[in-house]
């Protein structure tokens, strides 16, 4: 390999003692990517506590086959290099590999047999102290012909940490099932929602509808509905009404929509004779889990609450905290977003933003801290907020993200769930029930962590907005 090129050697260039060599330094990293694509997660690469040979050796070791293949990018790179077809490998491990070693691996000319191109290469890795870690012996097939190609830039690998949610879903498995209604599941995504949360130990579903539609619907998914019960609805509507009915006389301890609009759902459960509602507003959360932000996060309101006033957004930022503090946060951090992070007369976001500081340092607020206005960049990142000046304990550092209006969540959640790989459980609070609202495209993790999240609500008696 040179500069920005590869090039061969054929089987009539080769030479015996003719050699190529190729260095790096492993990393922690290194080692997880290779558990990951393997699915070698052997506790001595990972734990650094596991007790192997009955002692605990404090450092993690790399796998050993890690190392085996940069033999392979040597022989494949630089010698014989592209063209070359592998046969045989032997490979004897002399010495652990551990993090922040230097391996330089090398390959060397033994043998050439012809006909067949055949050629028998010496395999060795040293470490940093010229200590052999691995020798062996490589079996190939060289090129014919020579080779002359543009160096291909190595795929950039990103390692995601394992989902935030496990320990929430760990948790919600570990009880017993509690009763939800499955509210209209007369579409097969709804369908398979019932029998996935089932499925998982999470809820025992009550599926409320018109029950020819939904054992057809059922029949055409390919699933079976034994051992679920069926309360049957002339329609929608009815489904809405019945279900609010169960859960006011706590027949039912879960609210889930199917394939109903949300507006009849929601009006139904806020409708003044429903006996569901609270004296507060009732809200979305997006709690999200996004791979590249070091703990979960909130995005509220991003599909209920269109143009909320100032008092709608006080409810909203109280149901999120509440729902961030039974998540395990102490006293959760919530960043009123604007466009900007100073208060503009001509900007209603940047008002509303500073009222609430004020009403949470006032106590209208509670069980958090509040700051705003402030932009998205300076909520989530601190290099953000010091370039800028921002001295405040939520900047960089944000439990909770209060949007303006529904248009600016409902993006901002679509663009961390799209662009940023993240896993979103939806949840409406602020009702004497949690109701799970997510959509047709969300997928199963989504999905099961929404189903979790409102069990965990259940089962601590901490539902946002029913007084304790």
Same mark, same amino acid.
């Given at each position: ?190 369908? &398979? +929602? =019932? $029998?996935?949360? %089932?499925?998982? !130990? #999470?809820?025992?579903?009550?599926? @409320? ?56 759902? &929601? +009006? =139904? $459960?806020?409708? %003044?004779?429903? !006996? #569901?509602?609270?004296?507060?507003? @009732? ?59 100073? $208060? ?125």
């Amino acid at each position: 390999m040179t500069g920005q090129t590869i090039r061969n050697h054929t089987f009539a260039a080769l030479k015996i003692g003719d050699e190529a060599s190729l260095t790096r330094t492993v990393g922690v990293n290194d080692i997880s990517l290779f558990a990951a694509v393997s699915g070698d997660v052997n506790p001595a690469h990972l734990d650094p506590l596991f007790i192997g040979d009955g002692t605990a050796c404090g450092q993690i070791a790399a796998h050993g086959m890690w190392t085996a293949a940069m033999v392979s990018a040597v022989l494949g790179t630089r010698l014989p290099g592209p063209g070359t077809i592998y046969l045989d490998q032997t490979a004897h491990f002399r010495c652990p590999v551990v993090p922040g070693d230097t391996i330089t691996a090398t390959v060397r000319v033994a043998e050439k047999r012809d006909p067949g191109r055949i050629v028998v290469l010496d395999t060795f890795c040293t470490n940093q102290r010229g200590e052999r870690v691995l020798e062996g012996a490589a079996t190939v097939v060289a090129p014919a012909n020579e080779m002359t190609l543009p160096a291909t830039p190595a795929p950039k690998a990103v390692l995601l940490p394992a989902s935030r949610y496990t320990p929430f879903i760990d948790e919600a498995r570990a009880a017993p099932p509690i009763r939800a209604a499955i509210v209209h599941p007369c579409s097969r995504a709804a369908i &398979l +929602g =019932a $029998v996935e949360v %089932r499925d998982e !130990g #999470l809820l025992d579903p009550l599926l @409320i509808g018109p029950e020819a539609k939904i054992r057809a619907v059922a029949e055409e998914a390919g699933v079976s509905l034994e051992g679920m019960e069926i309360e049957s609805t002339e329609h929608s509507h009815a489904a809405a009404a019945r279900a609010v009915e169960l859960a006011v006389a706590r027949k039912v301890a879960v609210l889930v929509k199917g394939s109903l609009h949300t507006d009849e759902l &929601l +009006g =139904a $459960v806020v409708a %003044r004779e429903s !006996g #569901l509602r609270t004296e507060r507003r @009732i809200s979305h959360a997006y709690a999200m889990d996004v791979p590249a932000y070091g703990k979960p996060v909130i995005v509220t309101d991003a599909a209920i609450n269109i143009a909320p006033t100032l008092e709608h957004k006080r409810d909203i930022c109280q149901n999120a905290i509440d729902l961030m503090r039974l998540m395990g946060a102490d006293q959760p951090r919530v960043a009123v977003l604007a466009a900007a992070e100073m $208060v503009n007369p001509a900007m209603p976001a940047t008002l509303d933003a500073a009222a609430l500081t004020v009403m949470a340092a006032r106590g209208q607020i509670t069980g958090g801290l509040v700051d705003g206005p402030l932009a998205f960049d300076n909520a989530i990142s601190p290099e953000a907020a010091r370039t800028k000046g921002i001295a405040s304990a939520v900047a960089g550092q944000a439990d909770i993200l209060l949007v303006p209006d529904l248009e600016a969540g409902n993006m901002l959640a679509k663009q961390l769930i799209y662009f940023a790989g993240a896993t979103a459980a939806g949840l409406v609070l602020g009702a004497r029930v949690p109701i799970v609202l997510t959509s047709r495209a969300d997928p199963l993790s989504a999905r099961i962590a929404s189903a979790a999240l409102a069990k965990l609500c259940v089962l601590r008696k901490a539902v946002p907005g029913v007084p304790a």
